[in-house]
């Protein structure tokens, strides 16, 4: 098994940045496409980026691109998501996901596990 946790969350300003953190324990394969998703109250769980196992490959939903970034320090078993300009409607849970095998996936079913999640709020 992989455990996925989270850190990184927190409230902040409009405008402002947060950077989060996702570490992998367990049984890490040497080569596993990571992901973030996010779940606002009352909706569904959306993609956010991914990357794959080099980090040579990202992808990113249309309203983070140019915000936000996913990149990896694999010797550390962790990835980040760095996000930038900050937006009300991105408060949401923040979720880690991790795929025993090479690419990247945007989609939930792809991923064969997940962290907890860690709340962002973005005030206005």
């Known amino acids: 098994q992989v455990q996925l946790v989270e850190s990184g969350g927190g409230l902040v300003q409009a405008g402002g940045s947060l950077r989060l953190s996702c570490a992998a324990s367990?049984?890490?394969?040497?080569?596993?496409?990571r992901g973030w998703f996010r779940q606002a109250p009352g909706k569904e769980r959306e993609f956010v980026a991914a990357i794959t196992w080099s980090g040579g490959s990202t992808i990113y939903a249309d309203s983070v691109k140019g915000r936000f970034t996913i990149s990896r320090d694999n010797a550390k078993n962790t990835v980040y998501l760095q996000m930038n300009s900050l937006k009300p409607e991105d408060t949401a849970v923040y979720y880690c996901?991790?795929?025993?095998?090479?690419?990247?996936?945007?989609?939930?079913?792809?991923?064969?596990?997940w962290g907890q999640g860690t709340q962002v709020t973005v005030s206005s």
């Open positions: 996901a991790a795929r025993n095998s090479a690419g990247v996936f945007s989609t939930r079913l792809s991923y064969d596990y």
């Open positions: 367990g049984r890490t394969f040497s080569s596993s496409a």
